[in-house]
């Protein structure tokens, strides 16, 4: 099965970014739902080296145990290796490593979790995956927090007259076949709301945004290089009339000039 690998390095740089662009109103929704009485079992899916951990746990109460599953077990190290995390009374969060592939979890396996939670993980399935997916996580009578699914939205300022072509491409580039699997790119952000509700379960959804400009320099950089190579890739038009747009994009990150919006959606499942 051919699949979308993740350098941790690229995770690194993102994670302030994704920080401070996660819906933070839906925590307080989500502290209601949380058992008061014993310990909360966290299954993060698709965990990568534990941003979800690192930004979700020191926001609940403890105790709290965190079960991450990932397929890959460079990104597992990472996490492994990280140092540890307090909840929010200040409680040590304990950590269970599994290496899994998330799509092909069963519902028994989640079964002790108080809270199902996945990060930047939906928009890079199948249909078919995203299915299995959600009946998967409905199946666990418990809140289901996913954050960072891309929407396919990108606003820059200033803007200027290929933006919407080269955002058409790359979305069509998430979208790709990677041997026998199609990604959801985009489309993953409205299906998974409707499957959901299909299962009788209320979903409340928000929007999260990326901000990149002046204060992200680095991460504007590594995004829009990975943005236009993606674009390119797709449409070998682009490639050839890209060279200017590139220069002039690069050199508005680099003077601080540019001013870039990539929405994504969050949503709760209740």
């Excluded at 014993?38 to 899916?45: A, F, K, Q």
């Excluded at 077990?73 to 269970?96: K, S, Y």
């Excluded at 009946?135 to 606003?155: D, F, K």
């Amino acid at each position: 099965m051919t699949r979308v690998r993740v350098d941790p390095s690229w995770l690194a740089l993102r994670e302030p970014a994704d920080a401070a662009a996660r819906a933070g109103e839906l925590i307080d929704e989500l502290r209601r739902s949380l058992p008061a009485d014993r310990p909360v079992v966290i299954h993060d899916l698709a965990c990568g080296t534990g941003a979800m951990l690192r930004w979700l746990a020191p926001q609940l109460p403890g105790p709290q145990h965190w079960i991450t599953h990932d397929v890959d077990a460079d990104l597992l190290a990472v996490l492994d290796a990280g140092p540890g995390t307090f909840a929010a009374d200040g409680t040590v969060v304990t950590l269970e490593v599994s290496r899994k592939d998330v799509t092909r979890l069963g519902s028994d396996e989640l079964a002790d979790a108080a809270l199902i939670t996945g990060s930047a993980v939906l928009d890079l399935l199948t249909a078919d995956e995203l299915l299995r997916f959600v009946h998967t996580c409905a199946a666990v009578q418990c809140p289901v927090l996913l954050t960072l699914t891309v929407t396919g939205a990108v606003r820059f300022e200033p803007a200027h007259p290929l933006d919407d072509a080269v955002t058409t491409a790359f979305n069509a580039h998430q979208r790709r076949t990677l041997g026998d699997r199609t990604l959801l790119g985009p489309e993953a952000a409205g299906m998974v709301t409707r499957m959901f509700t299909d299962l009788d379960r209320e979903v409340v959804t928000r929007t999260s945004v990326w901000r990149l400009g002046a204060a992200t320099p680095e991460l504007a950089r590594e995004w829009l290089l990975g943005w236009l190579a993606a674009a390119c890739e797709q449409d070998p038009w682009l490639a050839r009339e890209i060279d200017a747009y590139a220069l002039q994009r690069l050199d508005e990150v680099a003077g601080g000039r540019l001013r870039v919006l990539v929405s994504h959606q969050d949503l709760l499942v209740r």
